[in-house]
């Protein structure tokens, strides 16, 4: 059960959990909750359930596989709800973004989840015991507050010179769409190679982009390697000679400036040398963080807490250099990473960025009671 901002307008209301964001995380969690007995709960979304899915490229699927495997006891991996399969409900092993907007739909009016789309959230603020939520429509009282917005809507658009005069690949609706038959894709991960292989297989020509060389990756960490079903769609390219031919991989590339001249882009490597793009450049570097307006809030408040026990117990706070560059929390490239020249900011004071040979170098002349990892 949902319903839109439009019915019922209130100046205020008190929920005992308010869940911003209606899509698989918010809706699983608000399941979950509805299976624990607790009713007290609201979804709030500015778009409509499953808004991020519903805005896909039209080609781009799941890459993790859909198997009613639940009667064996082992859940659907996309599913949100244990006691559901998106493969038994769309009948189908790798959906694309409209179907499984349907099963999200599908999940939340089968359990009555209590849904209002329609509702920005521009604000939360703690006072006393509650979380005042200021919204577009509503302001609303609540005891907790659950954030999930993912982050498909962040997109990292203008996070080098000329940035912005290339096109997210979040903003595609349709590959086939796009005129011209020679593109450039910036970005070699996952969104990349997909805009790369999409584009390939209606005929194009594409140059791709990468920092590093994910295609040849055994890292154990799926976050730097590709995933099985994208390296099945990339040797099925690069095995006929027809579709080999019209995809180019550029490894340890680093974009950092693009220029437009009359009717062509110009790319500019980490060396300053010049790439020609004859169509607009498409980005596919990923997204910024979601958090949005509670940022402040768990930097002023959790953070700071934090921050203060850390001085006062000379605890060592670091966070994740990769992570803090993909998510714009520092200073620096992917090839920094593990170097200690990545630089942390935007986060409380004492937070230092770095990998593993920074983690060993501070513990090594003071080795810890216990180390804790989120």
């Known amino acids: 059960m949902y319903f839109t901002n439009k019915d019922k307008p209130e100046e205020s209301l008190e929920v005992g959990v308010l869940i911003v964001g209606a899509g698989p995380a918010g809706l699983g969690v608000a399941t979950a909750l509805k299976q624990a007995e607790v009713n007290d709960v609201l979804v709030v979304d500015t778009r409509e359930i499953g808004a991020s899915f519903l805005n896909w490229p039209r080609q781009m699927t799941l890459l993790s596989p859909s198997f009613h495997s639940n009667s064996f006891g082992l859940t659907d991996l996309n599913s949100i709800d244990p006691a559901t399969s998106p493969a038994d409900f769309l009948r189908t092993q790798h959906p694309d973004g409209k179907q499984y907007a349907k099963y999200l739909k599908a999940v939340a009016d ?50 080098f010179p000329g940035a912005d005069l290339a096109l ?18 910036v970005g070699g991960y996952e969104s990349g190679l997909d805009a790369a292989l999409n584009l390939v297989e209606l005929g194009k020509s594409v140059s791709l982009y990468s920092r590093g060389e994910p295609w040849l990756s055994d890292h154990p960490d799926p976050s730097r390697a590709l995933s099985p079903r994208t390296y099945d769609r990339l040797r099925d390219i690069m095995k006929l000679s027809d579709t080999s031919k019209n995809l180019a991989l550029f490894k340890n590339t680093d974009i950092r400036r693009i220029e437009e001249n009359k009717g062509w882009w110009i790319l500019f490597d980490q060396d300053d040398i010049p790439s020609v793009s004859r169509t607009r450049p498409i980005l596919a570097n990923g997204f910024l963080s979601g958090l949005g307006p509670i940022h402040k809030l768990f930097k002023h408040s959790i953070g700071e807490r934090l921050s203060k026990l850390a001085q006062e117990r000379g605890m060592l706070l670091m966070v994740c250099d990769q992570c803090a560059v993909r998510r714009g929390l520092a200073e620096g490239t992917f090839e920094q990473c593990g170097s200690g020249d990545v630089k942390a900011k935007g986060l409380v004071e004492g937070v230092v960025a770095g990998c593993f040979p920074q983690l060993y170098t501070a513990l090594g002349s003071n080795p810890p009671d216990q180390v804790i990892t989120l």
Do not use: C, M
């Open 110 to 159: 089968y359990n009555e989840l209590t849904i209002r789309t329609g509702v920005h959230v521009s604000s939360i603020n703690r006072e006393d015991n509650q979380f005042v939520v200021t919204t577009n429509n509503v302001k609303i009282f609540a005891e907790i507050v659950i954030w999930a917005t993912g982050q498909f809507f962040s997109p990292r658009d203008n996070t």
């Open 168 to 185: 997210h690949s979040s903003k595609v609706s349709d590959w086939s769409d796009l005129e011209g038959d020679e593109f450039s894709v």
